[in-house]
């Protein structure tokens, strides 16, 4: 198979403050990892394009420094959201694939709340 | 830019019945199509994936067509049961030089009563 996880699974936290989420491929290395955001009754959007080793390529409009990228080996990438505000307050879900010509598997998603 | 609109929003059915879903897209060149399952507060389920070169997909009570030229695609799901009850995304992948993007659409929320 291909399992990619993502920790914490929910996260509450209060504004101003740094929140941390993991992404894991569990059984297979993942070249690229990607990140997305999803609102309420909203398509999934995509934030950003993780590639091991070098620096993340994010969307327009999509803050880089608010929203920093890490992914410094073949099966771990992590999205930190620095200084949140409540308008931080989403869905996201993380996607791995062994390239990125290949399927992308999908994490469970974390849920933040900003209060 | 790809814009995937998917119809209806929201759809109601009794169980047994049979019902499709629809998804369009603005840009026909696509790599793929795949449409996907999440339940409330979850991650996304792949359902099926269509190569651009084919016309339709089957598993089980789902069957996914496509027809590129016209940009859309319909996912038919027989004989509903409430555990099919979940959000349905279709999303495209695109063939140019961005071409593992993905674009999802809004999705349709299916619930089937018993």
Redesign the interface.
Known sequence: GAVVSQHPSWVICKSGTSVKIECRSLDFQATTMFWYRQFPKQSLMLMATSNEGSKATYEQGVEKDKFLINHASLTLSTLTVTSAHPEDSSFYICSATRGTADTQYFGPGTRLTVL | KQE?TQIPAALSVPEGENLVLNCSFTDSAIYNLQW?RQDP????T?LL?IQSSQREQTSGRLNASLDKSSGRSTLYIAASQPGDSATY?C?VRGSGGS????T????TLLTVNP
Request: hydrophobic share 45%; charged share 15%.
């Open positions: 995937v996907f507060g979850k991650g996304l792949s994936l995304l999303a071409n593992y993007k993905l999802f659409g809004k999705g």
